[in-house]
DNA sequence: ACGATAATACCCCAATCAGGGGGGTATTTA
DNA sequence: TAAATACCCCCCTGATTGGGGTATTATCGT
C-alpha cells in the first residue's frame, strides 16, 4: 500500500515538480497539494496522510505554525520541513514544533525520496549542516567562562536540581552558612540574584 | 595534504583494519593507533591530528571520559565515536561531552570515509536511528501532562525566566496575591515545593 | 436553560527561607 | 609570600511557602 503524501507549498512550480517527483513511484501517493496551510487540521482529518511535506515560507500561515497546531491533535504523522535556507532560528524552531526532518529546496530532486523513506523507518533526515547545528546546539558551553571552582559548581549543580540551601549542606556535608556563601559567589560571578536566576541561566546555558 | 587520523579502539583486529581501510585512500594518514586513551592529551599534542575514531567502550578510560578530556584544551579536532550499539545514554552523554560524529561499528567498512569527510566539511555524521534520538530529544514535551491553564503557563514561563513574584505581578498587570495563589496550583501540579524546583523540572522537561 | 465545573482574580495569617551586608581562619598554589 | 581556595559565623530585611478563604466569569453537558 502506498504511502499518503499531502504537500504544502505556495511555489506553484515546485509545487508541481514535488507532486510529479512523487507520481513516479508506485511507493508514494500524493493525496493533496495546497499553497497554503490554513486548512491543515481539517485537510489532515480528512485525508489521513502519512507523510506531509511542508513548506517553512507560507502565506498566512508558516509551515512553524502549521507543525505546532498538527502536533497539539497528532503526534505522528511525520512532517519534513522544506527550506532555501539552512537558518538557524527557523531550523530550531521547527525541530522545537515537532518536524521530523529537514530538508533543503536545492536539494529536492535527489534526496525528497530517500528523505521519506528515512522518516518512514525512523529515522531524521537532514542536511550535514543542519545536523552539525543540532549537535553542538546540545553540547556544553565550553564551561570556563564564569570561571567557577569545583565546588561552586558542585553546588550550582545542587541548586539546579532544585534543592534548597539546607538540603545541599546535607548532600555535601558542609555546613549552611558555607553554603551561603558559596550560593553568594556564584551569584556574583552569573551576575544574578536570585535562585531561580542562577538555575535559569545556568540550565540554559548548559553551565551543569 | 592528507588528513591525519589518530585511532583509539582496543579490539586488535578491527583497529587493524581501521587503518588498514584509511591507508587504502591517500586523503587520509594514520598518525597512530591504540587500545586505550589513557594518554589522548600527550597523544594530541606530539601527532596533531584532524579527526580521531575513538571507540566507547575501551579499558581504562571510557571514549567518553576521553571525549571530555580533549574539549578541556580543544575545541577544534573532530571526534568520531564508535559504537556497537545506539545506545541512548552513552549516545547522548558523548554528544554532550562533544563527539562531532556517531558511527555504528557494523556500518564501519561503509561508512567510516564518508563520515570523516563529513566531519572536515562541517558535519555531523549519524546514523538515522540516532539523528532521530537527537531531534526528539529537543521536542516540547507534548505539553499537557500537567494540565496547566494558559494563566499558569504565562506565569511558569515568567517565574522561568528568574522573575521574583513582584516582576511577575507588574508584567502581567495582576496583583501580588494572585500570582502567589496561582504559584500555589503550579507546585501543586508540578509536585514542588520551591521556585528553584518548579524552574529546574519546567527546563528540563521542557514544559516552557 | 440549568446547574456543575473550571478558570480567573483577589485577600489574610503565620512560619520559614533566601539574599545582602558584614566578619573570620586554614590550607594550598603560584 | 601574596593570592586563591575552602571553609565557617552573625545580623537583618524582605521574599517565599503553606494554610485558609471569596467573588466573578466562562464553558460544558444534559
Redesign the interface.
Known amino acids: 500500500m502506498p504511502e499518503r503524501v499531502l504537500i504544502y507549498e505556495d511555489n506553484d512550480a515546485l509545487r508541481k515538480s514535488l507532486e510529479e517527483l512523487l507520481m513516479l513511484s508506485d511507493e508514494f501517493v500524493v493525496v493533496s497539494t495546497a499553497r497554503d496551510c490554513l486548512s491543515v487540521e481539517e485537510d489532515i482529518r480528512q485525508l489521513n496522510p502519512d507523510v506531509i511535506l511542508m513548506d517553512i515560507d507560507m502565506p498566512g500561515m508558516t509551515g512553524i505554525e502549521a507543525v505546532k497546531k498538527i ?2 491533535f497528532n ?1 505522528k504523522i511525520f512532517v519534513i520541513m522544506l527550506t532555501v535556507f539552512e537558518d538557524n532560528g527557523h531550523v ?1 524552531d521547527a ?6 526532518g529537514y530538508l533543503l529546496k536545492k536539494n529536492v530532486s535527489e534526496k525528497l525520496i530517500p528523505a521519506i523513506r ?1 522518516v518512514l ?9 543542519i ?2 547545528m ?2 553542538s ?4 558551553s ?2 570556563k567562562q564564569y570561571n567557577f571552582t569545583v565546588r561552586e559548581n558542585d553546588i550550582l549543580k545542587l ?6 540551601y539546607k538540603m545541599i549542606a546535607n548532600e555535601t556535608g558542609l555546613a549552611f552558612e558555607t553554603i551561603r556563601s558559596y550560593i553568594k559567589n556564584i551569584y556574583e560571578k552569573l551576575q ?1 540574584h ?8 545556568a ?2 546555558e ?1 553551565l551543569v
Request: proline letters at 4%.
Open positions: 502536533r497539539v503526534k530550531f525541530i522545537c514544533a515537532g518536524a521530523s528515512e523507518t525512523g529515522g531524521a533526515p537532514m542536511s550535514p549542516v545536523a552539525k543540532v549537535i546546539s546540545m553540547q556544553k565550553s564551561g541548586l539546579c536540581k532544585g534543592m534548597s544574578v536570585s535562585a531561580t536566576e542562577a538555575v535559569s541561566k540550565i540554559n548548559k
